[in-house]
Structures are given as C-alpha cells and as structure tokens.
C-alpha cells in the first residue's frame, strides 16, 4: 500500500512512522510512504506557506498556491490515490471506515496547519475529510499517523499473526476482550481460571463473553447499532446477570 501525506512537517510523520509494525513494515516493502511538503513549492525567499484570511481574525491560513502545487504532485505520484484532508469537520474516523480504506492501493492525506485551508481548496481538491474525533490539534500530522497506523495493520504480512487485527476491538463492533500474561497472580488478582484450563472452546466463550459484557458497560450504543445473534444474546444476558451478584 502506497502512502502520500502532505506536510509541513515530513519528518515527524516519517520519524513516528518509523517505528514498531508500520516502521517493519517500511522496511520490507510492504508499505511505502511519500511526504509532500508544501514549502518546497514556494516560490519567494521566505518560502511562505501562510496568508491572512480574508474578513480579519485571528490566525492564518495555509497558502493556496504551496498547497495545491503539492497537492497536485502528489496526484501525479499516486495516481489513483483520493485525497483525504484530517480535519475536525471530517466524518469520524471509524474501524469501519479503516476497512473501507484498508481496500485502496493508494491513498494521499493532507495536514492541515494554523487555522486550517482554503474553502475551495476543499471543494476542488480534496475527495473527503476525516476526523479523529471532536476535539481540534495543532496540526494534522497526528491524526495522519493515526490513519496510517490503523490502515495499514490490516495490509498483509504487517502483523505477525494474520488474526491479531480482526480480533482488535471494534472489529467486530465490540470491544475487545480482557487479556492477561505471566504471572498467574499480582497483588492477589489472579488470572481467571478459565484461560488456565486449556480448553480452547470454553476460552472462546469466555472471551466472547467478556467482549460483550464490557461493550455492554463502557460503550453500550454500539450494541444499540449490533444485531446479537441468539448465543451473542445468551452470553450477555448471563455477563449482565452475573455482575449483579
């Protein structure tokens, strides 16, 4: 999967990048990243990127002509890439939104800086806005890593076991389950006895279980959104029940 990201910034996403899953990733080929920095398209010897918005105010603006130059450089590279804009005007970015791109072979995102872009720099150049959630950053770039990570765990061959990002919460619209390692006891809370017991079957169970009873307690209106299936059903009923006692 091919990568653009317009930045004024290009080594902090590339450095942040640069690591853990998404960082092996780079190395092997898997994933390519390409960053786009504005500045280099200016033309003065300032090298401006901002302008004064129009109607006063506070702040500035990205400049239109360093923007759009590098936006259109970047549809040159990735051809068939849409280009998406962090923003938090943007629709949320979802698990299910995260697969939808996981399908695209490339994809170009914009950071936006000081006070954000143009109007019509969205409306000509930009295919859809994407926000990580209602609360604003000094930059785009985290939320352009943000992006980059999510997606890319699902590209083949990133993870190192095929099932570790099916099995994420919200994958399957729940969270997931609680998970736990050596050793069996800390400060007396102990591993349940059950992911002790070797039984793969009864383990499932209880990690559906518990999958369905915490989305129940932290984020019920994603089970407002979710069909439960009869056994889906029947495990929560008895989570509910359960921790009445």
């Known amino acids: 999967m091919r990568w653009g990201v317009i930045t004024l910034f290009p080594n902090m996403v590339a450095d942040a990048l640069g690591h853990g899953v998404v960082g092996g990733a780079l190395r092997k080929g898997l994933v390519e990243l390409v960053t786009f920095n504005p500045r280099a398209y200016a033309s003065d010897a300032h090298h401006t990127v901002d302008d004064r918005p ?38 949320p970015l979802t698990q ?32 859809r806005e994407i926000s990580l959630g209602d609360f604003v950053l000094s930059g785009g770039e985290p939320a352009a890593i943000a992006v980059v990570d999510a997606v890319s765990r699902f590209v083949p061959g990133v993870l190192g076991h095929a099932n570790s990002a099916a099995e994420d919460s919200f994958s399957d619209g729940l969270l997931d389950c609680p998970h736990y390692t050596r050793p069996e006891d800390i400060a007396g809370l102990r591993v349940p006895d059950v992911l002790l017991s070797g039984h793969h079957g009864d383990i499932a169970k209880w990690r559906r279980k518990q999958a ?24 929560l009923d008895e989570f509910i029940r359960e921790s009445k006692l």
Do not use: F, N
């Open 54 to 91: 129009y109607g006063g105010g506070p702040g500035m603006l990205m400049k239109v002509e360093t923007l759009r130059a590098s936006i259109a450089d970047a549809r040159a590279v990735l051809s068939k890439a849409p280009v998406l804009y962090l923003s938090p005007q943007g629709e």
């Open 96 to 127: 299910a939104l995260v697969h939808e791109l996981v399908g695209l072979p490339e994809l170009v995102l914009v950071c936006g800086r000081y006070e954000g872009i143009d109007e019509r720099v969205i409306e000509l150049d930009i295919d």
């Open 212 to 235: 369905l009873g915490r989305t129940w307690l932290r984020r019920p209106e994603l089970l407002e959104e979710k069909t439960l299936s009869a056994g889906d059903q029947v495990l």
